[in-house]
């Protein structure tokens, strides 16, 4: 949530910060604002709506001119959005001017303590408050940067992540974070400092992953680092490895599209990473050995939205193929409930695109303090959940960038296979796991076959685009694909969808049900599918217009359903892969036909770093 990017060295600031922030557009977009330093004066521009607003105000930045600056793209969390609540904010006399991500929790309380100091606020952000109290001990301190930082470090609680200018170093950027990412980027003869490594990329690919509760002070081509106590820090560069051109939209309309068409990659890349060369699962790069699965008794998956979605597909697969009781908890409620956890034989498994939900950090913590063993599969390195997990799984999805997930949780979806296969190999279920292992890798190209019959699924959208309201329906992994295809199309066209167990659906929801109103079922799992069926059959009585996902072959429904869409055969443990393809194009083509914009849907924000 909120891009947040600095630059210090010689060329201009404002063009490289606001090529930077449109790449972090995504994490927040209802504001954007910029401050740079020339010599001793600091000017700052900022502008409510998207950054293409403040970029005409700037002339795309050459009315700043100045080589040190800030900017920053907001996602609102106090205060509305407008240009008064926008970053950056700054201290009375202009001295201190901050850029931020995060919640302050105690904002109130120092406040009022500051008030009493004679300070008055202009805006309704938390921000402010700290930027005032940063501006209290630098002036304390006689203009020290550092003691000024590491005091109201002391003070403030909630998670947040700041970077500053100081008018009196004008060649300066400040850092700080606790619980949000902050990662400085190292150039030569200049220095970033970025929420997101894609807004760097095309600069640099040496990089610092700053710790919690560290500090940076950026100075051209120099990079210093301090705890907080401001003792320096040494730490080694780190290089990165993704490519820049994949924060490129590459002639898609949107980057929604493009990373639809990026799954077969992101899928064979993470399948890949896991097997050795005779073809076996190799799960040693995550420390997992055999002997560790064995022990597992009982699984906890922790993860949020559509991570979510693709821990309850790991879970069907999982106590399927390994006979491990596994439950799936939403983060947000799993870090705030009295569960008796099982610390021996208990494994966490932890999904996130980002690495940096607040939920799933504090979730994947309190699993940890209970003694789980943690088990992280994250798709960007160096972020928070990467590093504190006992153990990480990469998902090789690259950046993702649109807001709505796809590679990424495709990408999800095969480190699960591939868990769930050693787990049942380990304890001796699976003596031969080729044939599963053949099918996992079939995946993408079944996926690009899909993708060719992408017209399809427009039309239907573009029939639907005026429609209010509609259901999924699926059992057992088929409603997990449900899940996902709901949240798909809600998130992007803001078409009220509800995703529901097929067999739930006669114990209330099935009174929605309207003439012509749109009922997608998912019927991939064999072994249910006649129950399905009928259960479409109940909605399908009730007026609803029937899309079915499902084999070919599978003919019950063939005078019922309005659209069928057929997926290639597949083991039914990865129908979940090839299905959820025409539910995310169906999402994306409802949004273009009712004129939305899909990678910037309203009210989201990508990597969500608050509560
Ligand atoms: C939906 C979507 C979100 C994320 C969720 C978790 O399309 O992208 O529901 O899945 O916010 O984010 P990560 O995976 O970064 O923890």
Redesign the pocket.
């Known amino acids: 949530m909120c891009g947040i990017l600095g630059y210090t060295g010689n060329r201009q600031a404002a063009p490289i910060l606001l090529d930077g922030l449109a790449k972090l557009e995504y994490r927040g977009y209802d504001s954007a604002g910029l401050a740079v330093a020339d010599g001793e004066e600091v000017r700052i521009e900022k502008a409510k709506g998207r950054l293409s607003v403040l970029s005409e105000r700037i002339e795309g930045g050459k009315t700043l001119a100045g080589t040190c600056g800030i900017g920053h793209t907001r996602w609102a969390t106090h205060g509305e959005p407008s240009d008064t609540n926008a970053h950056p904010l700054w201290s009375d006399d202009k001295a201190v001017i901050a850029i931020h991500n995060g919640i302050i929790e105690n904002y109130r309380e120092l406040k009022e303590e500051l008030t009493g100091k004679g300070y008055s606020f202009y805006s309704q952000t938390d921000t402010e408050v700290a930027v005032k109290l940063i501006d209290l001990y630098y002036k304390e301190d006689n203009g020290n940067p550092l003691s000024a930082l590491t005091r109201a470090m002391r003070r403030i609680r909630g998670s947040y992540c700041f970077v500053i200018l100081f008018r009196d170093h004008p060649d300066e950027v400040w850092g700080v974070r606790k619980d949000n990412p902050l990662i400085a980027g190292q150039g030569k003869g200049e220095s970033f400092l970025t929420s997101d490594v894609s807004a760097i990329l095309q600069d640099t690919r040496q990089v610092y992953y700053l710790d919690n509760m560290q500090i940076a002070r950026l100075r051209g081509g120099e990079i210093r680092l301090f705890d907080q106590d401001g003792n320096p820090v040494t730490k080694e560069l780190s290089e990165v490895t993704w490519d820049a051109q994949a924060a490129e939209k590459g002639g898609f309309d949107h980057f929604m599209m493009k990373e639809i068409h990026e799954q077969a990659k992101a899928v064979r890349d993470t399948i890949h990473s896991a097997l050795r060369e005779d073809g076996t699962v190799d799960l040693s790069s995550m420390k997992l050995t055999d002997e560790a699965l064995r022990k597992v008794e009982q699984i906890y998956i922790i993860?949020?939205?559509?991570?979510?979605h693709a821990g309850v597909v790991g879970q069907y697969v999982i106590e399927d193929l390994a006979k491990v009781p596994v439950r799936v908890e939403l983060a947000s409620e799993f870090r705030y409930r009295t569960l008796p956890l099982k610390g021996e034989g208990g494994l966490a498994i932890v999904?996130?695109?980002?690495?940096?939900?607040a939920d799933?950090l504090a979730a994947m913590r309190l699993a940890r303090e209970h003694g789980l063993r943690t088990l992280a599969i994250v798709n960007v390195v160096g972020s928070s959940i990467a590093r504190e997990a006992d153990n990480v799984f990469y998902t090789l999805a690259g950046p993702e960038i649109a807001?709505?997930?796809t590679k990424?949780?495709s990408a999800q979806l095969a480190a699960c296979y591939l868990l769930a296969i050693q787990l049942a190999k380990a304890r001796g279920l699976l003596l031969d796991e080729s044939g599963l292992l053949a099918e996992l890798q079939a995946l993408p190209r079944k996926i690009d076959d899909i993708l060719d019959e992408k017209e399809r699924i427009r039309q239907v959208a573009e029939r639907f685009a005026q429609a209010n309201d509609a259901f999924f329906l699926g059992r057992n992994i088929d409603y997990a694909v449900a899940m996902e295809g709901s949240?798909?199309m809600k998130?992007i066209s803001y078409l009220h969808s509800e995703a529901c167990a097929a067999g739930e659906m006669k114990h209330g929801p099935i009174s929605l049900v309207e003439k012509g109103m749109l009922v997608v079922g998912i019927l991939t799992q064999e072994a249910l599918y006649k129950k399905t069926a009928s259960n479409m059959l109940e909605v399908k009585s009730r007026g609803a217009w029937l899309m079915q996902v499902t084999h070919r072959g599978n003919d019950l429904l063939k005078e019922d359903a309005d659209f069928t869409f057929y997926i290639p055969p597949t083991d039914p443990h990865f129908a979940a892969s090839l299905a959820v393809i025409p539910l995310q194009l169906l999402g994306y083509y409802l949004a273009v036909a009712r004129g939305v914009d899909v990678d910037k849907p309203r009210n989201l924000a990508?990597?969500?770093t608050v509560e």
């Open positions: 993860a949020c939205g559509s991570a979510y999904i996130s695109q980002s690495g940096e939900t799933t807001v709505a997930t990424a949780y949240l798909k998130e990508k990597s969500v």
